[in-house]
């Protein structure tokens, strides 16, 4: 009876554990695509197919061949779609919206804004941007962010999370709009060299996995000048010196030529902007292989509704000066071949146009496939994520996203995606 009893209870292990194997198995997934684009070559495949286990991209190639290599798998047919790499977005700040510039963002507490981020990331994933970097963000909501959707708890893109925003008191970085009287400073702020070591230790404690810093004054803050530097040399080397320590890249937001080239020099990964880059900051940009992360469509939707959403003159002002300027100096840039990675700088128009750049810098020198690669591959190794995302390989994250035409041929196409995977789950189907 005893032997009976064991037998048995082997018996029911050996079923029990063999039907928990079974419903841990990864999902098989075949993708058939009329078209893909082939990001790293530049060119456009026919009649392709994507084998998909789990998250990850198993192989890609011929149609017949892959498809005899998948029996049982669930078949999505994109047969009338051109394929490619879900996007990536190198300059989003997902926890604001264009009505917080100026004096109506005071109001608005840290929570409200991850709340706001979580409304955002859902868009911008649903728009085909399946990673984004988000260069600065209050009180590490934008890290809080990513944990969340790296949980599982809200949708949203992959996100390289920078926290708050480097700079110096005074600053682009610095809140200038309260009276002195309330001896008021935004959170990133530190002045000389053993404070800003201190602040980027700091971000990286609270969990930035990427240090984003001001290097010269913005556009949409008071008492600064886009044009003027605002880290010393010594400040500004001690800041990227121990980013890289620390084993995380430099985004720097520099609209002025000088703050470009102290940055590059410094060593930082990405000039977010470059609105005056000149031929010195173009040579040692590429000398030195830096990115340049141009933000172009924006000054179309800004001139248009800024005052509608309640941004103040003065920043209006600037604008008037700045944004036609930086469309005429990138210009220059893409045509001296900068290597350039895609980037919008969402929140200062609305969150899921992101696609609306690639026109942009398209009528500014860039052919579409150049474009797509900025947001692609390009992107991807700017983040250093190009293991991960970037392109349709084997290996890779099965983000992967679909639209009707060619973009290649009208990159306005990619402003009407049709299809969103990410990680193998689809986000959206319109087919």
């Not at 009505?99 to 840290?110: D, K, P, T």
């Not at 900068?338 to 942009?360: M, Q, S, W």
Request: with cysteine; glycine share 10%; proline share 4%.
């Amino acid at each position: 009876m005893i032997k009976r009893t064991s037998a048995l209870f082997l018996l029911l292990a050996l079923g029990l554990g063999s039907a928990l194997a079974q419903s841990g198995a990864k999902e098989i997934v075949l993708i058939k695509a009329g078209k893909l684009i082939d990001v790293r070559g530049g060119r456009v495949l026919t009649d392709q197919a994507i084998l998909i286990e789990g998250d990850r991209i198993k192989e890609v190639g011929p149609s017949a061949s892959v498809v005899a290599r998948a029996p049982g798998a669930r078949v999505i047919d994109l047969s009338n779609a051109t394929v490619l790499p879900g996007l990536i977005d190198c300059h989003t700040h997902l926890t604001g919206d264009p009505g917080h510039n100026g004096y109506a963002g005071l109001g608005i507490s840290v929570p409200r804004q991850t709340l706001i981020g979580a409304k955002n990331a859902k868009t911008t994933l649903e728009a085909g941007f399946t990673t984004v970097r988000n260069v600065g963000a209050a009180g590490y909501s934008d890290v809080a962010l990513r944990d969340a959707i790296e949980a599982g708890d809200v949708p949203g893109p992959r996100i390289d999370a920078a926290g708050p925003a480097v700079g110096v008191t005074g600053g682009h970085a610095d809140n200038s709009l309260l009276a002195a009287e309330l001896h008021q400073s935004s959170e990133s702020v530190a002045d000389g060299v053993p404070a800003l070591l201190n602040k980027v230790r700091e971000e990286v404690k609270y969990g930035a996995s990427v240090i984003k810093i001001v290097a010269t004054g913005g556009v949409l803050s008071k008492g600064d000048s886009p044009e003027a530097t605002q880290f010393s040399d010594e400040e500004i080397r001690a800041v990227v010196t121990e980013a890289h320590r620390l084993g995380r890249k430099v985004a720097a937001h520099a609209h002025g030529a000088a703050g470009i080239k102290q940055a590059v020099l410094a060593g930082v990964d990405s000039i977010e902007h470059g609105s005056y880059i000149d031929d010195e900051a173009i040579r040692l940009m590429k000398e030195k292989g830096t990115y340049l992360v141009p933000t172009l469509y924006l000054a179309d939707w800004f001139m248009e509704n800024a005052q509608r959403v309640g941004v103040p003159d003065f920043m209006i002002a600037k604008a008037k000066v700045v944004m036609p300027a930086a469309r005429r100096n990138v210009a220059h840039a893409f045509k001296e071949g900068v290597k350039i990675a895609f980037g919008t700088d969402a929140a200062v128009y609305p969150h899921g146009l992101n696609a609306r750049e690639f026109a942009v810098m398209v009528k500014l020198g860039l052919t579409p496939m150049q474009s797509i690669q900025a947001a692609t591959v390009n992107a991807a190794d700017l983040l250093g994520w190009s293991d991960r995302v970037g392109s349709i390989e084997p290996g890779r994250f099965a983000d992967i996203i679909a639209v009707i035409g060619d973009p290649t041929a009208d990159v306005t196409t990619l402003e009407h995606v049709s299809f969103v995977m990410k990680g193998g789950k689809v986000v959206i189907d319109k087919k």
